[in-house]
Every structure is written in structure tokens, then in C-alpha cells.
């Protein structure tokens, strides 16, 4: 009885490792195919602070286009073309380019697939730049004012600069139309503020990219975002001169 339970053991443990081994290292180009929102942040080649967001579509064979909207120490760029390439390896690691358009110089990165495809990080490898990244499937969602529709936590951080550093906490409710409201907490320099109301517009363009025009505290912001998860997240930069923020959104 004991040999024959243990040569059952044996066999089950044999067969769960075959199934790892055969499971693992099977990725490639195929995983990366479809639309994602992307989002990274760091310092650039000149030390000063980055943020950026956009969409893609890639093709599941190496090639990727799409859009991008970032701060680059303040100074605000929005809807670039963006295009790239890409090369998964069987292990899920990989590596690719992006270019915008307009721009001479065409940047490299390294990426890790997760979830079969459904997450993407990434790393920068333009020395001095300090970058990472992450990118997120869409999913199924529609991408119109009443298809982005609900309450959702909102949290960015970053600089204002010449201010210092700040960070921001809050609740938005998109109401299907075209109307935020909320309310929102943050500190700015460390001077800190607490459940002050938020009210403002927002749009969807087709891509599932779209904007905010908030006003707290007196004070009118504007941002961008680019929807994932089916609708019920999206990541963030604003989009005022002089700001570096960035960060996430989720139902």
C-alpha cells in the first residue's frame, strides 16, 4: 500500500513540474497584441523629472503605434504620434524602440510580459535616463463619455516645480455625460489639505484617451488620461506647465 502510494506521489509530483516547465519560457510576440494604455515616470537625460502616458496597438508580431502625452520638467507635450517595435524572447523578458514623431532620437527599452500579455513593465536603456514604465490592456470597453462611466480612486504624485513636491488622493465620480465631481486631498510642499470638493468636465476621444478640467481649491487643473481594465482603470499625468504628476485611477 505504501509503495503504491508512493509511486502514485511521484507520479503527480513528476506530471506538476512537467506541466511548469512546459508552462513557463512560452512567450513571444503573440502575447503582446492588442490595445494598452502605458504610463512611466523618472528623470531624463538631464536629471529633471518625466511623466507620460499614451495608447498603443500592437500587432502581436513586433510592431506597435499609438500616441503620447507627457511633462518633461514641465514643459508639455500631447497626442504624439508614437511609434515602435518589440522582440519577446520565450523566458517573457524582451526589449524594444519607440520613437515620436518629430523626434531624431529613437529609445530602447526592456520589457517583462505578465499575466500573458495582459501587463507589460519596462526599464529605460538610454543611459543617463532613469525610467520605468508599466503598460495595461484595455480590454473590452467603450470608448464614449457613457461608456466611461462610475466612481473612481484617484491618487498622483510628482513636482510643481519651483514648488516642490506634491502628492494628491481622491474620489471622481464620472457621471456619463461629461461631469466630474468629487473631492480631493493632497499635500503641496507639505502644506496639506483635506476633502475639498472637486467638480469639472471630462472627454473620451475613440482611442479611449480623454482629459480632465477639475477645479479645487479655487485653482482650475487639467490632465489626461488613458483607460485600461475594461473601463474600470486609468492612468494619469497632468497637464499643466510647470507640474510633473502622474499616477493611477481605479473603479
Known amino acids: 500500500m505504501t509503495s503504491r502510494i ?8 513528476t ?12 512567450c513571444s510576440n503573440a502575447n503582446v497584441t492588442g490595445k494598452y494604455g502605458f504610463a512611466g515616470n523618472g528623470l531624463d537625460k538631464n536629471g529633471k523629472p518625466i511623466s507620460f502616458l499614451g495608447y498603443i496597438k500592437a500587432d502581436g508580431k513586433g510592431t506597435f503605434a499609438g500616441t503620447e502625452t507627457g511633462s518633461d520638467d514641465g514643459t508639455v507635450f500631447t497626442n504624439i504620434p508614437l511609434t515602435g517595435t518589440y522582440s519577446v524572447n520565450a523566458d517573457c523578458t524582451g526589449s524594444g524602440t519607440s520613437k515620436l514623431k518629430g523626434q531624431k532620437t529613437i529609445n530602447h527599452f526592456t520589457l517583462v ?41 484617484l491618487e498622483t504624485s510628482g513636482v510643481f516645480i519651483g514648488v516642490g513636491a506634491v502628492a494628491f488622493d481622491g474620489l471622481f465620480t ?14 503641496v510642499a507639505g502644506t496639506i489639505f483635506k476633502g475639498q470638493s472637486v467638480s469639472g468636465t471630462y472627454t473620451v476621444a475613440s482611442n479611449c484617451t480623454g482629459t480632465f478640467t477639475v477645479t479645487v481649491l479655487g485653482q482650475t487643473e487639467h490632465a489626461s488620461f488613458v483607460v485600461t481594465n475594461g473601463g474600470k482603470g486609468m492612468l494619469i499625468v497632468e497637464t499643466d506647465a510647470s507640474t510633473v504628476v502622474s499616477g493611477f485611477g481605479q473603479q
Open 174 to 187: 464620472l457621471d456619463g455625460t461629461g461631469t466630474v465631481s468629487g473631492s480631493e486631498s493632497g499635500s
Open 113 to 153: 510580459v505578465l499575466s500573458g500579455g495582459k501587463n507589460l513593465q519596462t526599464l529605460s536603456t538610454d543611459a543617463p535616463n532613469v525610467q520605468t514604465g508599466t503598460a495595461q490592456t484595455q480590454g473590452r470597453v467603450t470608448c464614449t463619455l457613457a461608456g466611461l462611466k462610475g466612481t473612481f480612486g
Open 15 to 26: 506530471a506538476v513540474l512537467a506541466f511548469g516547465l512546459a508552462a513557463w519560457g512560452q
Open 6 to 13: 508512493l509511486r502514485k506521489s511521484f507520479l503527480l509530483v
